[in-house]
């Protein structure tokens, strides 16, 4: 197995306005996107798991031309209110890091 760090060329999370943080997995070349894509791992019941989010709610494409997936979800508290800890949702993509694929 192999961690989803070891294969994705850019793994990030931003700020999707004010209220929900998308998520980019993209990879160098297709031959290790199409890998991967075919694991199944990466999906919508994956970012519901990590981030606790109610798989519905989650919103989730593979862009086969640009060998990336994105997913978005609601951010708890909305960027910049008291008690957010991340104002730009740049910190949020760790859980991902370790995610195994087993390619």
């Known amino acids: 197995m192999a961690?989803?760090?070891?294969?994705?060329?850019?793994?990030?999370?931003?700020?999707?306005?004010?209220?929900?943080?998308?998520f980019d997995i993209m990879f160098a070349d297709k031959e290790t996107y199409e890998k991967v894509k075919r694991t199944g791992v990466i999906n919508r019941e994956l970012f519901a798991?990590?981030?606790q989010t109610p798989v519905e709610q989650v919103l989730f494409t593979d862009?086969?031309?640009a060998y990336a997936f994105?997913?978005?979800?609601?951010?708890r508290v909305s960027s910049g209110?008291?008690?957010?800890?991340?104002?730009?949702?740049?910190?949020?993509?760790a859980p991902l890091l370790d995610v195994e694929v087993p390619v």
């Open 63 to 65: 862009y086969d031309a």
């Open 81 to 93: 209110d008291v008690g957010d800890t991340d104002v730009y949702g740049a910190q949020q993509h």
């Open 3 to 22: 961690k989803l760090k070891d294969l994705a060329s850019v793994l990030r999370s931003k700020n999707a306005g004010a209220f929900q943080i998308t």
């Open 70 to 75: 994105k997913g978005t979800i609601p951010r």
């Open 49 to 51: 798991r990590l981030y």
